[in-house]
C-alpha cells in the first residue's frame, strides 16, 4: 500500500482542538449521562478506547471525585460492584463492548460514547453521548479517542475540581493547535524504534501512542510508567532509538536517557505542551513515518474500524 497525497488520518487528527471544545460544551456540571461526584465508576472499551478510559480513570481519582477504574471490555469484573460503567466505543458495534452493556442492563447504570448514531450501542446503553462531529473515516483513530477524553475531562472541571497541575481544557485545546502545526523534533522519522512514558493519567496517553505508531506505520514501538522504565526497558534505548515522555520527567531520567545514547522526546509538562496536545505530536509522528515507509496510514494491514466477532 502507498500513500497519495494528504492522508485522512493526517487531516482528522488536525481537527482535534475544535472537537475538544466542541465537547467542552456538552460537558454540563449535571449531566445524567455522566459520572456524578462521588460514584464508584468503571470505564471500559478496546484498544485505543481502553487507553483513553485509563487517563480518565487516574484523571478523576486525582481529582477526588471518586473511586475510577479502567477495564477492557473482554475483561470486566462482573463480581464486583460499581455506580455506574461508562464505555467508550467509536463505532458502537463492537462485539466485546455490546456484550458487557447487555449483561449489566437491570442492575448498573450505563453510559457510552459514541462516534456514530445509527449503531446498535444507542439502545444497549441506558445513556449515549453522541460525538458524531469527532467521527472518523479512517480505521485508525485520533480525533474521536481524544474528544472522548476531552468530553470526561471538561466535565471534571465543571464539577470544580482538577488533579494537581492539569491545565484547563481550554489550555490544552490551545496547546493542540500548536502541536497540529509546530515541526515534530528532528531526528524522530529516522529513529529505529521508540519507546514512550508516561505516570498517572499520560500512562494511558503513552500506550496510546505506541498503539498508534504501531497501527499507522507497523513500527517497532513500547509503552512503560517513566519509573518502571527503569527496571529493565530502559536497556532498549540506544543511538538511534528514541524515549518520549508524557508529561513531567521524573528526577535523575533525562540523565539515565543521555547515558544511553538515545533520543529524549519531552514536549509536554509544567512548562510544555498539555499531555494530550503532546498525543498529537505522537500522532503526527505515526503518519509521517507511514508515509516515508510508503505505508497508508488509514488503512493499516489486519485492521477494521470495529472489531465484530
Not at 56 to 80: I, M, N
Not at 121 to 136: I, K, P, T, Y
Request: glycine share 10%; hydrophobic share 45%.
Amino acid at each position: 500500500m502507498t500513500t497519495t497525497g494528504s492522508s485522512l488520518t493526517a487531516e482528522e487528527l488536525a481537527t482535534q482542538p475544535a472537537c475538544w471544545r466542541r465537547a467542552a460544551e456538552l460537558a454540563g456540571p449535571s449531566s445524567p449521562a455522566l459520572p456524578a461526584a462521588g460514584e464508584r465508576v468503571a470505564v471500559v472499551g478496546c484498544g485505543t478506547s481502553w487507553f483513553m478510559a485509563q487517563a480518565y480513570a487516574a484523571l478523576r481519582e486525582a481529582a477526588g471525585h471518586g473511586e475510577t477504574d479502567a477495564f477492557a471490555a473482554s475483561e470486566f469484573p462482573y463480581g464486583r460492584r460499581y455506580d455506574r460503567v461508562v464505555a467508550i466505543t467509536r463505532s458502537g458495534t463492537t462485539t466485546e463492548v455490546l456484550a458487557l452493556l447487555d449483561r449489566l442492563r437491570g442492575h448498573t447504570p450505563t453510559t457510552a460514547l459514541t462516534g456514530d448514531p445509527a449503531t446498535p450501542v444507542m439502545q444497549a446503553a441506558d445513556h449515549v453521548v453522541v460525538l458524531d462531529f469527532a467521527d472518523e473515516r479512517s480505521v485508525v483513530q485520533t480525533r474521536f479517542a481524544t474528544t472522548a477524553l476531552a468530553l470526561l475531562r471538561a466535565h471534571l472541571e465543571t464539577q470544580g475540581a482538577l488533579a494537581p497541575g492539569l491545565k484547563s481544557l481550554a489550555e490544552a485545546a490551545d496547546d493542540a493547535e500548536r502541536a497540529v502545526t509546530e515541526p515534530l523534533p528532528q531526528g524522530l522519522v529516522a529513529t529505529e524504534q521508540v519507546t514512550f512514558l508516561g505516570a498517572g493519567w499520560t500512562n494511558g496517553l503513552a500506550l496510546e501512542a505506541g498503539l498508534k505508531m504501531r497501527e499507522a506505520a507497523s513500527a517497532w514501538t513500547e509503552s512503560y510508567p517513566a519509573m518502571e522504565y527503569r527496571h529493565g526497558p530502559i536497556a532498549i534505548t540506544a543511538p538511534g532509538r528514541a524515549a518520549w515522555m508524557f508529561g513531567a520527567l521524573p528526577d535523575g531520567l533525562a540523565e539515565d536517557i543521555a547515558r544511553t545514547g538515545g533520543l529524549l522526546v519531552a514536549g509536554s509538562g509544567p512548562d510544555g505542551l498539555d499531555p494530550m496536545a503532546d498525543l498529537v505530536r505522537a500522532q503526527r509522528l505515526a503518519v509521517a513515518l507511514a508515509e516515508a515507509r510508503g505505508l497508508d496510514p488509514d488503512h493499516p494491514r489486519a485492521l477494521t474500524r470495529s472489531v465484530q466477532l
